[in-house]
């Protein structure tokens, strides 16, 4: 877990939304799925016991069981299962899931200025180096222009950086 604010996981269900909290257990490391598991959870023993033991890229099933769990702990149930679709609608069906962050444009807005409004970078400066790594993507294309505004439509535009962040640009 982080020492930062950006890092930390919030046990206030108003500091954290369930998708991003839901996130934050889902990227736990491999290492640490049974130990928080145990921790964090009020599953049985054995059946800790049995999703620590599965293989390979299989341990996934155990993070998706953690960050339900936990989530669910905090903020109910209905939607630690609404945010475990939405990353499956948006990670694995490579569309945007109905809980993702949502950010107004207006009229317009910069893109840096987005990714720093929606949570995505601590400050424009960051954002630009972002952009300048080929990190941002906007409707799954890559944004190479820092000075690149986004119009709100009638569509949400889904904003992306990196392969874990993700986002909904609307008007």
């Known amino acids: 877990m982080g020492k930062t604010a950006q890092g930390a996981v919030w046990l206030d269900e108003k500091l954290m939304s369930p998708y991003d909290y839901w996130q934050f257990w889902r990227n736990t490391s491999d290492a640490d799925v049974g130990r928080f598991l145990r921790l964090f ?14 293989p ?11 960050a339900t769990e936990t989530t669910a702990m ?22 945007a899931g109905e809980d993702l962050p949502t950010l107004s444009v207006g009229e317009g ?6 990714l720093t409004a929606i949570g995505f970078t601590p400050s424009n400066k ?10 941002v ?19 949400p535009l ?13 008007r």
């Open 74 to 95: 905090l903020h109910g149930r209905e939607a630690a299962v609404a945010a475990e679709q939405t990353a499956r609608d948006t990670f694995e069906g490579g569309g």
């Open 158 to 170: 889904k904003l992306s950086l990196g392969r874990k962040k993700h986002g909904l640009l609307v």
């Open 109 to 114: 807005m910069n893109i840096a200025h987005a």
């Open 41 to 54: 959870t009020d599953l049985p023993l054995d059946e800790i016991a049995r999703l620590e033991e599965l």
């Open 126 to 135: 960051e954002a630009k180096r972002k952009i300048a790594e080929g990190a």
């Open 56 to 66: 390979g890229a299989e341990i996934n099933e155990a993070k998706i069981v953690l």
């Open 137 to 155: 993507r906007l409707a799954d294309q890559v944004v190479g222009d820092p000075g690149l505004v986004i119009h709100g439509s009638e569509e």
